[in-house]
């Protein structure tokens, strides 16, 4: 009975040891691809921490993260709350869990100490990681072919290559479907018992390849994420000859197992397929299908005659422990079939077991440190023992191999905590090297192991002691680099790391020193310069290695001694003087200014010039610099030399310094115009130009920089009105009022640029021709006008001379209108005297043939022009329009007068233009006939323009221009004298002018508004306004 109780209480006791030293698990889910600093849980409130009050912690509670050492941990955990998060390395389950499918079998497993050893507990942490629609559906090709017999019977199926997704579950592939399938197929899924959806083709109408050879459709999957994700393929379908029979495997399913140790070349299974065809068509080829994964190719290999399936490469069970094999038969005119293969790899004893160390107590150097004064059951670190083997080839045993004050507590599934069995003691063992031993079940049994190396530290209780308080110290100037000066040493009552001594300089001293950590050395690490300090006074300090460290200090006084060791030193690194371009020689450049640290002689410094190509001089003494030359800044903008400085020292020291003479701009040269290239060209400005609108530009350089170089533009001459403006600027020249007719035809700009140089700017003129018109018609009399133009006086408008200005216009109306009124009457009084000399008879004929001759050759033109004439009032095409002045009976003769209006034309036909002699009177004219257009002068800022009469002027009836057309052209009947035939033998009749092609528009004129004439003359005949009238 005493024995069953110990028993009892044994079992007891070691259930609750093994409670005890159990650890914690918790689950949580976390789904993939997570931005890092997500919370994931808390573990001091998931796992329901409390402490007790009345347990005294040696540190407050801390949550440690266990991984091994180089591992990177794909979450963190605050170490003062226990709080997790996600970091910045990304989550990947693909990535992670490659080769599972399975919906909930992806997890991430870490440890996490719960610290200190009072209230130590393990616990472990799986995050089961959820998958998230990240990858899309993928066909093997882009491209999938399919051959059918003709001959295939309705409803017949076929396997299409399936798709690809590396998510799981709903976010995996879902659905399959056929586009532009023609009514011809239909697609149907297969799922198989592993759950892959295979599509396959079913032929749903009779195929003849005599009709159609080929179809191509599109075939799309399509997987079940939110969103969904799906991809595209081109199924091409090939109908080939009649083929009768397809291969037929004899075994469409085979399973075989084969060790993981099987030899290079061992057969895996021999495919067996027949066909009932006869000759080619009977003779079958074996191969791979798409569907098998790398890792299968990669391995294996299938004869394409035979259908042997051979080992290609070594095997690994813990690779993958089977493989899944799609073989394809085909006698090569039809859709192959298709038998899968299972190939389970069986596993041998061929893995030793692995001991990965993840240490609580951070190592030093691979090495964990230890206070002798650490309480037992203290943790040291986390064995995980694992073996890729299975069953009892993957069963491990974890122990150590001999007896040591630490032992292996057993806490998970082969993961042991290391801890403090015994007290230790520094005095009796300093070091422990820990062998700890894995061991599986496997015959033979394999074995690995794994070394922990454990240093006890010593508690350090004694600081270190100079030897003296005060340590002083002389020396020489100018000493080697690495010179030394003295050995310092210090004492230490501690054994071990507590009595291990190191040395370092205190906050106050000069980095020129350097002290060895190890033995105390003192060295200079630069040259003493008595020049800048000739006095250090420091402090050296002694520490030892405890923990917590303790120290000792002394001060340390040292005395430079002086020598000869500085070179002459300039102000400056670098001189840049800036000198006016008509400095003249041997003016003043600049002072370069040297000293020296030194005394005496060696402090006396001469000054010279290297490579200055006697350009320069420089005082020796007092360093000015002088030009040898005359300068030019657009021949060269700088100079640059060296000054060098000796000094008197024994060796000699010199320096040298770079020196840049910059010559800086004067105001010596004028902008020149390079848009326009020349004062001859000229510029249309339609008529339709908008005010604001950019017409032309100028634009002008200068040889000269800065403020010399900055140009402004204005306009000084030919913009009397202002029509124009300038943008100072750009040189833009835009239209500044809306264009009138008044302002056609062509305006010469005075344009000057001026720049802003001191003291005196200088500034360039330029001529702008501007020919405000609708076209140009006739450029090269534009040209000839421009020509004419440049022979007027910069200062004077165009239009004065022979050129009449616009400011005029008025003036010349006034003469224009006398003008007009004394040729009218001139032309009555003729016309009266004539007729009083006419005899009655000549008088009936002439009325015979006034009445057969002055009659207006087209009735119909005209009434037509008067419609035309109603709708639009200013055609654009060219038309001349005439009057006719009508004797007219009134009822009161002692009333009879003359009532007219005469439209000026502004433009001349090219042909005419300036070709008539005035002083001849036209051949054609009758001698009696006034001239109502001789020696007219236009209203535009143009020439005279000269009009060639055509007609003769009957009696009674006479033909005066009545409106000028908008373009400024004068066009006399047609195109050209010759397009016109006189149906009368008598000179002076008017004769029919037939005109083909319209008027010919000549060059473009500046416009202006035509201009009306108003007179009454009492000899009773009236001018009927507005009746167009055509003449030969």
């Given at each position: 009975m005493d024995l069953l109780c110990a028993t009892y209480l044994l079992v007891v006791f070691i259930t609750c040891i093994v409670y005890e030293s159990a650890g914690q698990e918790k689950n949580y889910i976390i789904r993939e691809e997570r931005p890092e600093n997500v919370l994931i849980g808390n573990l001091l409130k998931d796992l329901n921490l409390t402490l007790d009050p009345d347990i005294a912690l040696s540190t407050p509670l801390q949550f440690k993260l266990v991984y091994k050492t180089g591992d990177v941990p794909l979450v963190r955990v605050e170490e003062n709350t226990g709080e997790i998060f996600t970091t910045s390395n990304r989550i990947d389950r693909e990535k992670l869990c490659s080769g599972i499918f399975t919906e909930h079998k992806c997890f991430y497993e870490v440890e996490v100490a719960v610290l200190p050893d009072e209230v130590f507990r393990l616990v472990k942490i799986r995050f089961l990681i959820e998958d998230i629609n990240d990858n899309s559906p993928l066909f093997p090709s882009t491209v999938i072919n399919i051959s059918i017999p003709e001959n295939t019977a309705v409803n017949s199926r076929y396997s299409v290559p399936s798709a690809i997704d590396p998510d799981v579950g709903m976010n995996g592939i879902q659905h399959y479907e056929l586009l532009k399938g023609q009514n011809v197929f239909g697609l149907d899924v297969i799922e198989t018992p592993e759950g892959d959806k295979w599509p396959q083709l079913i032929v749903q109408q009779s195929l003849d390849r005599e009709q159609k050879d080929t179809y191509v459709m599109k075939i799309k999957v399509e997987d079940g994420g939110d969103p969904p994700r799906s991809s595209t393929a081109i199924l091409q379908v090939t109908v080939t000859d009649v083929n009768d029979n397809r291969p037929v495997f004899k075994e469409k399913d085979i399973e075989v197992n084969i060790p993981e140790d099987a030899?290079?070349?061992?057969?895996?299974?021999?495919?067996?397929?027949?066909?009932?065809?006869l000759g080619s068509n009977a003779k079958i080829h074996f191969y791979f299908g798409n569907q098998i994964s790398n890792l299968a190719k990669r391995h294996f290999a299938i004869d394409n005659n035979t259908g042997l399936i051979t080992v290609k490469e070594p095997l690994d069970r813990e690779e993958s422990h089977y493989h899944k094999l799609t073989v394809l038969a085909s006698d090569g005119s039809s859709t192959p079939s298709r038998a899968t293969v299972t190939i389970n790899i069986t596993d041998i004893n061929d893995n030793v077991p692995s001991i990965d160390t993840r240490y609580i107590i951070n190592p030093v150097n691979g090495t964990v440190l230890l206070s002798e004064k650490a309480p037992l059951n203290t943790k040291i670190a986390l064995i995980t023992v694992t073996d890729k083997d299975a069953d009892l080839n993957g069963k491990v045993t974890c122990f150590t191999d001999h007896d040591v004050p630490f032992r292996l507590k057993p806490v998970f599934d082969n993961q042991f905590l290391l801890e403090t069995a015994a007290p230790l003691d520094f005095e009796a063992t300093r070091e422990y090297a820990i062998k700890i031993v894995a061991s599986d079940s496997g015959k033979p049994p394999l074995n690995q192991s794994a070394m922990l190396l454990i240093k006890i530290k010593d508690e350090n209780d004694n600081a270190p002691v100079f030897t003296l308080p005060v340590i002083g110290l002389s020396f020489i100037e100018n000493n080697p680099p690495g010179t030394e000066l003295t050995k310092i040493s210090a004492t230490d009552a501690d054994s071990g790391r507590n009595a291990e001594l190191s040395y370092i300089l205190g906050p106050n001293a000069p980095t020129i020193f350097n002290l060895d950590r190890r033995t105390g050395i003192l060295t200079a690490v630069r040259k003493l310069d008595r020049e800048k300090q000739d006095r250090y006074s420091f402090t050296v300090i002694a520490k030892d290695n405890g923990s917590p460290s303790l120290q000792a200090n002394t001060t340390v006084t040292l005395s430079v001694l002086d020598q000869n060791d500085n070179s002459p030193s300039f102000t400056h690194n670098e001189y840049n003087f800036y000198v006016p371009e008509n400095l003249p020689m041997y003016g003043t450049v600049g002072l370069i200014t040297v000293t020296d640290a030194d005394s005496g002689e060696n402090a006396i410094v001469t000054l010279s010039l290297v490579n200055a190509k006697d350009n320069f001089i420089i005082d020796p003494i007092t360093g000015v610099i002088r030009p040898n030359i005359t300068f030019d800044r657009e021949q060269q903008g700088s100079y640059t030399f060296q000054?060098?400085?000796?000094?008197?020292?024994?060796?000699?020291?010199?320096?040298?310094?770079?020196?840049?003479?910059?010559?800086?701009?004067?105001?010596?040269?004028?902008?020149?115009?390079?848009?326009?290239?020349?004062?001859?060209?000229?510029?249309?400005?339609?008529?339709?130009?908008?005010?604001?609108?950019?017409?032309?530009?100028?634009?002008?350089?200068?040889?000269?920089?800065?403020?010399?170089?900055?140009?402004?533009?204005?306009?000084?001459?030919?913009?009397?009105?202002?029509?124009?403006a300038i943008d100072e600027k750009t040189g833009n020249i835009s239209l500044k009022e809306k264009i009138i007719v008044g302002d056609h035809g062509l305006h010469r700009l005075v344009i000057k640029v001026n720049d802003s140089g001191k003291p005196e700017p200088f500034h360039t003129l330029a001529l702008v021709h501007l020919f405000v018109n609708e076209t140009i018609t006739n450029g090269s009399y534009i040209q000839e006008l421009v020509r004419r133009n440049m022979e007027t006086p910069v200062g004077q408008n165009i239009g004065d001379g022979e050129i009449t200005p616009q400011t005029n216009d008025y003036?010349?109306?006034?003469?224009?209108?006398?003008?007009?009124?004394?040729?009218?009457?001139?032309?009555?009084?003729?016309?009266?005297?004539?007729?009083?000399?006419?005899?009655?008879?000549?008088?009936v004929v002439q009325k015979s043939k006034q009445s057969g001759e002055w009659v207006s050759p087209n009735q119909e033109n005209r009434q037509i022009k008067k419609k035309k004439k109603k709708k639009k009032r200013s055609p654009k095409n060219l038309l001349l329009n005439f009057v006719t002045i009508e004797e007219s009976k009134t009822e009161d003769p002692a009333h009879e007068h003359i009532n007219g209006t005469l439209d000026i034309p502004v433009e001349l036909e090219e042909q005419t233009m300036g070709k008539y002699n005035w002083a001849t009177t036209p051949t054609t004219f009758k001698p009696d006939s006034p001239d109502l257009a001789k020696h007219y002068k236009s209203a535009s800022p143009q020439p005279t323009f000269q009009i060639k009469p055509e007609t003769p002027v009957p009696p009674k009836k006479h033909h005066v221009i009545q409106e000028l057309p908008l373009d400024n052209t004068f066009v006399v009947g047609c195109d050209s004298l010759s397009k016109c035939s006189s149906s009368s033998s008598d000179p002076y009749s008017v004769s029919e002018c037939s005109c083909q092609g319209g008027f010919k528009a000549p060059g473009p004129i500046h416009t202006r508004q035509p201009l009306r004439f108003h007179w009454i003359l009492d000899n009773a005949a009236s001018v009927n306004v507005g009746q167009p009238t055509a003449v030969s």
């Open positions: 030899a290079v070349g061992t057969s895996v299974v021999q495919l067996h397929a027949t066909d009932a065809d000054v060098k400085a000796v000094d008197k020292g024994n060796p000699q020291k010199s320096s040298t310094v770079k020196v840049t003479i910059f010559v800086e701009d004067v105001n010596d040269n004028k902008p020149m115009f390079v848009i326009p290239s020349n004062n001859y060209s000229f510029e249309l400005v339609p008529t339709s130009t908008n005010p604001g609108s950019v017409v032309t530009r100028v634009f002008a350089v200068d040889n000269d920089t800065g403020i010399n170089a900055d140009l402004r533009y204005s306009i000084i001459g030919g913009n009397s009105r202002g029509l124009f003036v010349k109306i006034i003469i224009a209108i006398i003008a007009g009124t004394m040729t009218v009457i001139l032309v009555i009084f003729v016309t009266a005297l004539v007729r009083c000399r006419q005899t009655p008879r000549h008088k």
